[in-house]
């Protein structure tokens, strides 16, 4: 599960967890703001005993109907959601991370090419959607519209 992840890093030279998959299927979430060649946020979830990780270009939607791309990247070790530091230059995600938002997670629905969940972190609250565009590694990261209860309609 992590061989691309490993393949990637050089441990002699990065501060990175080198991690291995996990047995437990955790609830966590970690947003990592990562100042590398281009400044992105690192979304992950913990799933099947890894970090399952998306990089956001322009950062986790704050208002529903947002939708902003996800490209799914490699699965990180489980380690990694506590990870904040500078990761050399010459190394692959070279730059600053930070730990921009972090807390817990319910999975609602999980398919192939579609993730949904409720975030119950500092700054990230409420439903959100991981949505597959294609074949290739895009997603859509959207926050979702409060449900309506009967009181409301």
């Given at each position: 599960?992590?061989?691309?992840?490993?393949?990637?890093?050089?441990?002699g030279a990065t501060p990175e967890p080198a991690g291995r998959p996990g047995e437990t299927c955790g609830d966590r979430f970690v947003v990592q703001e990562h100042h590398a060649s281009h400044l992105h946020w690192d979304f992950r979830l913990e799933m099947d005993g890894v970090l399952k990780s998306?990089?956001?270009?322009?950062?986790?939607?704050?208002?529903?109907?947002?939708?902003?791309?996800?490209?799914?990247?490699?699965?990180?070790?489980?380690?990694?959601?506590?990870?904040?530091?500078?990761?050399?230059?010459?190394?692959?995600?070279?730059?600053?991370?930070?730990?921009?938002?972090?807390?817990?997670?319910?999975?609602?629905?999980?398919?192939?090419?579609?993730?949904?969940?409720?975030?119950?972190?500092?700054?990230?609250?409420?439903?959100?959607?991981?949505?597959?565009?294609?074949?290739?590694?895009?997603?859509?990261?959207?926050?979702?519209?409060?449900?309506?209860?009967?009181?409301?309609?």
């Amino acid at each position: 599960m992590l061989e691309e992840y490993k393949r990637k890093r050089d441990f002699g030279a990065t501060p990175e967890p080198a991690g291995r998959p996990g047995e437990t299927c955790g609830d966590r979430f970690v947003v990592q703001e990562h100042h590398a060649s281009h400044l992105h946020w690192d979304f992950r979830l913990e799933m099947d005993g890894v970090l399952k990780s998306w990089a956001v270009p322009k950062g986790p939607p704050l208002e529903p109907g947002v939708k902003r791309l996800a490209v799914q990247v490699e699965d990180h070790p489980v380690e990694y959601i506590d990870f904040a530091g500078t990761i050399p230059a010459d190394q692959y995600g070279g730059g600053t991370v930070e730990i921009w938002d972090a807390g817990r997670f319910t999975l609602e629905e999980r398919r192939e090419d579609r993730l949904s969940f409720e975030l119950h972190g500092q700054k990230l609250v409420g439903s959100y959607a991981l949505i597959r565009t294609g074949p290739g590694k895009n997603w859509l990261l959207m926050k979702r519209s409060p449900k309506k209860t009967a009181r409301q309609e």
